[in-house]
């Protein structure tokens, strides 16, 4: 076999067979194939797309590529969430703690964030100390004390996704649906829980704009975990404004603790749209008796506890909330007339934060966890000539103060015409 047969048979749009597929992954990943070599045929792949089969095949490529992990030790259903990347996105670190309260386990291994969408554990690194990166003893060890984890991935945890991820990031090729189907999944199968939760998020801060396309990614997706006999179900929600008020970790992990604290919001809504679903497939809840155990669980504070008892178990100093929550905005900005908000740009407020240091452009870059912005509105919120809008938290001076008031305000408009909110959750399904 060789690799150009392969590159010159995807260029014509015809279909890989499951040796090709299983040649290329190896030899990518062992060093043989050159990064040139497979980002032609990723290209290839971008243009002619994958059918079915060869989606399938790429998956169980990837999967096999490294370690599968194995969570029998866990005494009942276990469970992973996923999302597929947006702006002010920290639904995991409120959910987990409200599964584990609702008897449910997750071991859920998140990466960092990468371009102008947020990752789980850079959120979590803004408690000082914390250790993401630990033995699967430990992990093992923290889920028999509170029955939930949210770490780094392992270094062998599909391997080939690590490397594809990569050039994919520099070659323009994120933007393939059997690309992020297979990238997602593989990690999810490798990842060993029963029931798979993805969001599927679609809007103009969502690496899927348009909503077609986002049904057909969540299509996907269920396909290739039902072939492994995973319970999959998906949610396409709402990415064209954020999702939650803050963007920057600090932020983002207070808006977390105000979902567990019972503060209404939109974060709040998915969280709780989540929760009990979850709780419905693992054929453990009616949706009547999971909506109650999800409302007595935010009630008693118990999720808000099991997210501390999580961090400390990580070696996470909780007092760093103290800090988090002592953050004073650097400026403040104002609606300049009386209006309805009508549209908040989630990818370049995503994009600004970014550039005020608040997140990687480079997978080595060292994130500022204090920096960010906070909205104070949603679209369709009423607001008022000279009520505040916005909130810049502008620690570091890494960009002027200026340049971020300016990117700030014309991220956010306003018109003078009522304005309806955006619809956050569109379509829920599962296998
Ligand atoms: N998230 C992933 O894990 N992979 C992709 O390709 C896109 C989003």
Redesign the pocket.
């Known amino acids: 076999m060789n690799i150009l047969e392969i590159i010159d048979k995807k260029r014509i749009n015809q279909p890989l067979t499951k040796e090709e597929i299983t040649y290329f992954i190896e030899n990518y990943v062992n060093g043989n194939i050159k990064d040139y070599q497979a980002s032609a045929l990723l290209m290839a792949i971008c243009i002619n797309g994958m059918n079915e089969e060869e989606t399938f095949n790429l998956c169980d490529a990837m999967l096999k590529s490294g370690e599968i992990v194995d969570l029998s030790y866990v005494n009942g259903i276990t469970v992973d969430k996923h999302s ?2 947006g702006v002010s996105d920290t639904t995991s670190i409120a959910l987990i703690p409200i599964l584990a309260c609702a008897g449910l386990c997750s071991v859920k291994m998140s ?1 960092a964030g990468l371009g102008f969408t947020g990752g789980t554990t850079d959120k979590l690194a803004s408690f000082q100390g914390i250790d993401l990166q630990i033995s699967q003893d430990k992990i093992k060890e923290i889920i028999g004390k509170c029955g939930c984890i949210i770490v780094s991935q392992s270094q062998n945890l599909v391997p080939a996704d690590k490397k594809l ?1 990569a050039l994919r990031d520099t070659s323009s090729t ?1 933007q393939s649906i059997p ?2 189907a297979t ?2 999944m593989s ?1 999810k199968i490798a990842s060993g829980n029963d029931i798979i939760f993805l969001d599927v998020k679609t809007g103009k801060g969502a ?1 899927m704009e348009n909503a077609q396309d986002a049904k057909v990614l969540a299509e996907t997706l269920i396909k290739i975990g039902s072939k492994y006999n995973k319970k999959v179900a998906t949610l396409i929600s709402d990415m064209n404004e954020p999702l939650g008020n803050g963007i920057g970790c600090y932020l983002e992990i207070l808006d977390a603790i105000d979902v567990l604290n019972g503060k209404p919001s939109r974060l709040y809504d998915l969280v709780k749209f989540m929760a009990v679903k979850i709780m419905v497939l693992s054929e453990q809840y009616s949706e009547e008796s999971a909506t109650q155990k999800f409302d007595e669980i935010i009630e008693s504070r118990q999720g808000y506890q099991r997210l501390l008892s999580m961090v400390e178990l990580l070696n996470g100093n909780i007092e760093s909330i103290k800090t988090m929550q002592s953050l004073t905005p650097t400026t403040t900005i104002y609606a300049k007339y009386n209006g309805y908000v009508e549209s908040i740009n989630a990818k370049e407020l995503g994009l600004l934060v970014c550039d005020m240091g608040g997140g990687r452009k480079e997978l080595d870059d060292k994130i500022d966890h204090s920096v960010g912005v906070k909205i104070l509105k949603h679209i369709g919120d009423k607001v008022q000539k000279n009520e505040p809008i916005a909130l810049i938290y502008n620690t570091n001076q890494k960009l002027s103060e200026n340049l971020v008031c300016d990117r700030l305000e014309s991220a956010i408009t306003i018109t003078t015409k009522k304005v309806e909110p955006t619809l956050l959750i569109k379509e829920y399904k599962h296998n």
Do not use: A, N, P, T
Request: cysteine-free; charged content about 10%; glycine content about 18%.
């Open positions: 597929s990347g990466g991820y994120i690309l992020i990238s997602i990690k690496f």
